[in-house]
């Protein structure tokens, strides 16, 4: 079992570009999450998606974020424009049934926004 | 909503010894429990689970237990060793829409 992957594990760009994380969660699965993680903060979650479908988006700090999930095994989380705030690890989570419960994380994508 | 608290940001053992690190909520509501464990440059590892059913459950060396009375969670670590190294999170799952909410987690070093 490969586990969530998640790409580009690095990123660093400029301020007003556009970034797109990927993530591919565990086959099988049918929830995926997205969080966002700084020191400040902690863990927040995002955005879920369950059978493809957005359920709470109620995390998506403002409009410059979007997430996708066109399909099973592949969702995106795009930040356009990205400001030096963004900065964080961004960590994708799987999960297998309707619920929350027992995510797997991958290994997550440390955004640097200059 | 919900919020979980963390007794110590940080916690030292002796290598050997065993670790308990504390977890705070305040849903009384709550039913699901999860500690994570999440070392430098990784994410958070699912460790061990608990429903409100129970009030303790042990893994391989890990036991979480579960006081409802007083919104108490707590994970015990036996023989610590220095691989237990990373920091710990409690997760609570509570309210009608299901949400995880995370613990600001317990940094745990192990001293040799």
């Known amino acids: 079992d490969a586990g969530v992957i998640q790409s580009p594990r690095h990123e660093v760009t400029e301020m007003g570009q556009e970034v797109t994380l990927r993530c591919k969660p565990i086959s099988g699965h049918n929830s995926l999450f997205w969080y966002r993680q700084t020191m400040m903060r902690g863990l927040e979650l995002l955005i879920y998606?369950?059978?493809?479908?957005?359920?709470?988006d109620s995390g998506m700090p403002e409009d410059r974020f979007s997430a996708k999930m066109p399909n099973a095994s592949f969702s995106t989380l795009k930040i356009q424009p990205s400001e030096p705030r963004d900065s964080a690890v961004y960590f994708c989570?799987?999960?297998?049934?309707?619920?929350?419960?027992?995510?797997?994380f991958g290994p997550g994508t440390r955004l640097l926004v200059l | 909503g919900e919020s979980v608290g963390l007794h110590l940001p940080t916690l030292s053992v002796q290598e050997g010894d065993n670790s308990i690190i504390n977890c705070a909520y305040s849903?009384?509501?709550?039913?699901?429990f999860i500690w994570y464990k999440q070392e430098s440059g990784k994410g958070p590892q699912f460790i061990i689970d608990?429903?409100?059913?129970?009030d303790k459950r042990q893994g391989q060396r890990v036991t979480v237990l579960l006081n409802k009375t007083v919104k108490h969670l707590s994970l015990q670590i036996a023989a610590t060793q220095p691989g237990d190294s990373a920091v710990y999170f409690c997760a609570v799952l509570s309210g009608s829409a299901r949400q995880l909410t995370f613990g600001s987690g317990t940094q745990l070093t192990v001293l040799p």
């Open positions: 989570a799987s999960s297998f049934g309707g619920n929350q419960e027992t995510q797997y």
């Open positions: 608990i429903r409100s059913n129970m």
């Open positions: 998606f369950n059978n493809n479908v957005p359920i709470d």
């Open positions: 849903n009384s509501a709550s039913d699901y």
